[in-house]
């Protein structure tokens, strides 16, 4: 006799968690070529592909925990291979690692291409080095490379981008949002820089605010698309009120900090 509500009955587990935002696979793209990495404990695939867009980069991390994933088009592709160069000398000139070495960012860049913005971090805690980057589009979604592997890292890239981004360093990128949003705005002040990303969720349009200072500490908030005009108004009112005298000062930052 069957027990009453399914009692005794073994339910499945969940399956395996997914690190970022939902995984969307586009067919229509072509791979034009790939290198598989195994760093440590950890695997890496790196992929070009082509649609009818352009051709673009997708750098996966696979391992028990979950899946990353970034996706670059050609000529952001381009432009990390660059950035990881700097940031693999910086990790070679580095002192060695102490075994209990603190949590901390030791070098930090971003940049954007449309929605999507990008952090190249170098970091250390105490597990040792690596580096982080993270895509935000939407949702948050990032690979890490442990530092013993980032020469191997660093090649493979190059290997792939030597053969197949001299033709494809058009923007392309797997197919956008249905609806394009406006270019992301930057604001250098002293020590800080200020991001304006233009967001949609299922709430609206909104701005999200990102401020990151010399130390890499990311701040943001964001700002509901029925506000812009008034805070505009309150901005140009101040300004008219205080004029600028020259100077920037370090102030506080602003809430939702993120690593």
Known sequence: MASRGGRGQ??????????????????????????TLEIEN?????????????????????QTQGRGRIIFAMDKALQ???????????????????????????RTESFSQG?????????????????KVTMLAGGKTFVAVPGAGLTQFSEALSALLDEFGAGGSQPGSPPAAPEPAPDSR????GGKKFFFDILKNDRGTFIKLSEVIRSG????????????SKLGEVFNNLAQEIPYSGGDEETGSASGSEN
């Open 115 to 131: 929605r999507r913005r990008y952090y190249v971090d170098l970091r250390q805690n105490e597990r040792g080095r690596f580096l």
């Open 217 to 228: 500490r990311r701040t943001h908030l964001n700002i509901p698309h029925s506000c812009w």
């Open 186 to 189: 930057e604001v250098h002040a």
């Open 80 to 106: 990390f291979r660059t950035l990881l160069n700097e940031f693999l000398l910086d990790y070679q000139k580095l002192p060695p690692a102490q075994d209990q070495q603190q949590s901390e960012r030791l």
């Open 42 to 62: 950890k695997k890496f695939i790196i992929e070009v592909k082509a649609n009818d867009q352009g051709r673009f980069v997708k750098i996966l991390e696979t």
């Open 10 to 35: 073994r339910r499945p587990g969940p399956g395996p968690r997914r690190r970022g935002p939902p995984q969307r696979e586009f067919p229509e793209a072509e791979e034009l070529g790939s290198r």
